[in-house]
């Protein structure tokens, strides 16, 4: 989403400096994030790869595998040492050694993927614990973090071994604040730093020269790290020519389209020749919106949304409070130009939902998330972007493919998780329903099994009461 400031690489002359502050800042990081973790295994057990051994048993599978059938019924689906062990039709034979989960009238999912989201602030009104419990609660086992930091990747590590309870959870380079002059050298060696200290990708915000942004591009790709953000000065075609990995938000988009409608298919074609990844947030747009946009109906919106009961309610009532107080502060400062903010945002919603089906025809790669801020509901709005697409006319199926294969595939790791198959991740999501049905049963969660844990929606409500 956008930010409140310019964010540039240091020049080569400053670097050594913004290092050594740099480092500064990541011991005070890591002292909050060690204190913030022992809350986190105070309330939560370890979760580490499951050796328990568990059969889910006459189960419906929507596997999202290319390779196998939309909907294969009564399968037993084999889980040891984490992973997929084995996929079968389901039979009478005992189980012996194996914990047994009958999954007769419910249905298995691969594991979510929200890939864009802002891990909480020191200010935030949903905290980190609570953030990660609600992700799960909504059946997301993978995220992607969007604006990384140095305490993002002890807070990673923790999970991976086990010590926090936590989506599997990939992270962006972080970024200098300062507008010293861009050079080469200092491109370099700040993202030689950042793949040194275990970054996943490189984000891009705004600011760089297209020469500059070229020689971000160049230098990432010498040293394997993918680039995804916003597209530089909101320049579509420039994103595309310059194989951006994931074009975030649909300003760019709808930027083209009203510039040159024809020249903007012509690029939508490059990009899906090109297999690059769009991520739009229509329910960020939507549910919060720009400056000016859909400010009455996102506190209306913002009051009935599904999971908000999940939030403080002295925070959710200080939250409508500052919106409110902002908008009658423009609304008084300038009635016209709030009025025709209203009307102008809410026709770059329409606009951008009517390009939905084509750019789906075109065979765009669509990724999914809600983004993240105040009412944003961790997990739970995610499910309201995906019916944001089935609303436009996307099939069900190719949804949920969206959330998983695509979002495995991004990130290069599509043979590790993204579908159920033998062999990957045991990351899925028993269901009380049939998602093909009807998009909104995503949010009849039985249980969400990561690394072959089976957390059962009970117990994570029961976990995250305990925050309260």
Not at 3 to 28: E, I
Not at 100 to 118: E, F, Q, R, T, W
Request: proline share 4%; charged share 20%.
């Amino acid at each position: 989403m956008p930010n409140s400031s310019l964010q540039y690489f240091t020049s080569l002359a400053g670097y050594k400096h913004v290092v050594l502050k740099q480092t500064t800042r990541q011991m005070k990081q890591l002292v909050l994030t060690l204190c913030t973790l022992f809350v986190f295994t105070t309330c939560l057990f370890a979760q580490k790869p499951s050796q328990q051994k568990t059969v889910i048993k006459n189960v419906n599978l929507i596997s999202i595998d290319p390779s196998r059938p939309q909907l294969e019924p009564r399968m037993d689906v084999y889980i040891e040492n984490g992973m997929i062990k084995k996929i079968q039709a389901t039979s009478d034979k005992t189980h012996k050694g194996y914990t047994i989960i009958d999954g007769s009238n419910k249905y298995l999912i691969p594991g979510l993927a929200d890939m864009h989201v802002h891990l909480p602030t020191k200010s935030a009104a949903i905290h980190t614990r609570d953030f990660y419990l609600l992700n799960l609660l909504s059946g997301i086992t993978t995220i992607r973090q969007m604006r990384g930091k140095p305490a993002d990747l002890v807070l990673r590590d923790s999970i991976n071994k086990g010590l926090v309870l936590g989506c599997h959870t990939y992270i962006s380079t972080p970024f200098f604040k300062n507008n010293k002059i861009f050079t080469a050298a200092a491109c370099r060696d700040s993202l030689v730093l950042y793949k040194q200290q275990g970054y996943d990708f490189v984000k891009y915000l705004y600011g760089l020269k297209f020469a500059e942004y070229d020689t971000l591009m160049e230098i990432a790709a010498s040293l394997n790290m993918k680039l995804v953000g916003h597209a530089p000065n909101n320049d579509l075609t420039k994103a595309v020519r310059s194989g951006q990995r994931s074009i975030e938000h649909i300003d760019p988009f709808i930027a083209l389209y009203r510039k040159d409608s024809l020249l903007f298919w012509k690029t939508i074609d490059t990009m899906v020749a090109k297999g690059l990844y769009h991520l739009p947030n229509v329910q960020w747009y939507i549910s919060t919106g720009t400056r000016t946009a859909m400010n009455k109906k996102r506190e209306v919106y913002s009051k009935n949304a599904y999971g908000l009961e999940l939030i403080p309610k002295d925070s959710l009532e200080s939250m409508v409070k500052a919106y409110r107080d902002d908008e009658i502060k423009y609304y008084m400062g300038n009635p016209i130009g709030f009025a025709r903010g209203i009307l102008s945002d809410s026709e770059y919603i329409v606009t951008y939902q009517h390009l939905m089906p084509g750019m789906y025809r075109k065979g765009v790669l669509f990724l999914i998330s809600a983004t993240s801020d105040d009412f944003i509901i961790p997990g739970y709005n995610c499910i309201d972007e995906m019916k944001n697409f089935t609303d436009a006319g996307i099939p069900i199926w190719e949804t949920i493919k969206f959330a998983t294969y695509n979002a495995a595939a991004c990130l290069d790791d599509l043979n590790k998780w993204g579908t159920i198959t033998e062999h990957k991740q045991a990351d899925m999501v028993l269901l009380n329903a049939n998602p093909l049905e009807n998009i909104e049963n995503l949010r009849k969660v039985e249980a969400t099994i990561i690394n072959g844990n089976v957390l059962t929606h009970d117990y994570l409500l029961s976990e995250l009461k305990k925050g309260k």
